[in-house]
């Protein structure tokens, strides 16, 4: 079968799922570093969508690991099959809670005196991260939706 | 070629698209009429974007009737690609645009002064049309695209 680059157990997957990871993280650090996120519905919803992403993300980044350096890719349909819900469930989640993020961010901004310029900035930060980490898994999602119908 | 309910061309698919519509035409009825909805980023897209929804889900709705009362389904591999890029580019928006709305909404309600309760019960009820119009949406895409292999 021929190698498509981005599926289960590829460099180019195992680079997919860092930057999924990365930028997770990046966002989770963005709101919860000093600022006090719970008290805002949208805000609670970006963490723990974000916080289901990251262990999910290098889950897989370790399979890709051990496929890429010890050369046995185990590409069943029924383990293809699970990545790819998975990746599909948590993209989905991870655009909503991007988007409300962003609304209520701006709503933030437009009225003064409930969060701090500095503040604010930090919460469009992060809602720009979870967006790139959005990106990144629906191009996981679809490499791997593409390789489902050759097995 | 067996016809699977749901794709383009079928009464499955006829009535997900009015489905549809017709959410999409109840969330811009209870964004619009009354509501000053263009002071709020998140109205205004979520307006765009059932704007959208309308007209794309009616004329998908009109080559339904006409495949399912005419007898001509016209089943090309890049009308049905046409038709999944565009279902999966308004199902994405919708989602955006219904997640930012409500939780845009919860916000205001939960500080005083910025709607009343009334106004705000409209805004969740149009953010929950355009959640059913997103799913509908998504499920007129998985049909489409479950098709799409075998064409």
Redesign the interface.
């Known amino acids: 079968m021929e190698e498509l680059p981005g599926t289960l157990g590829t460099s180019a997957s195992l680079a997919l799922r860092l930057g999924q990871a990365i930028f997770a993280v990046a966002s989770l650090l963005f709101m919860c570093l000093d600022v006090e996120f719970y008290s ?3 805000f609670c ?1 970006l963490v723990t969508v974000m916080g289901l992403v990251v262990p999910w993300s290098l889950t897989l980044a370790v399979v890709d690991i051990f496929s890429v350096f010890i050369k046995n890719p185990a590409r069943q349909r029924g383990i293809i099959s699970i990545v790819v819900i998975g990746d599909w469930v948590l993209s ?1 989640l991870s ?3 991007s ?6 961010t ?3 901004l437009a ?1 003064d005196g ?1 969060c701090s310029v500095r503040l604010c900035t930090r919460y469009q930060l992060a809602a720009a991260m979870a967006f790139l980490s959005w990106f990144l898994s629906l191009s996981s999602w679809l490499f791997n939706l593409w390789l489902l ?1 050759s097995l």
């Open positions: 805002y519905t949208a919803f989905f655009l909503a809670a988007s409300s993020t962003a609304s209520v701006s709503l933030l009225s409930f119908p």
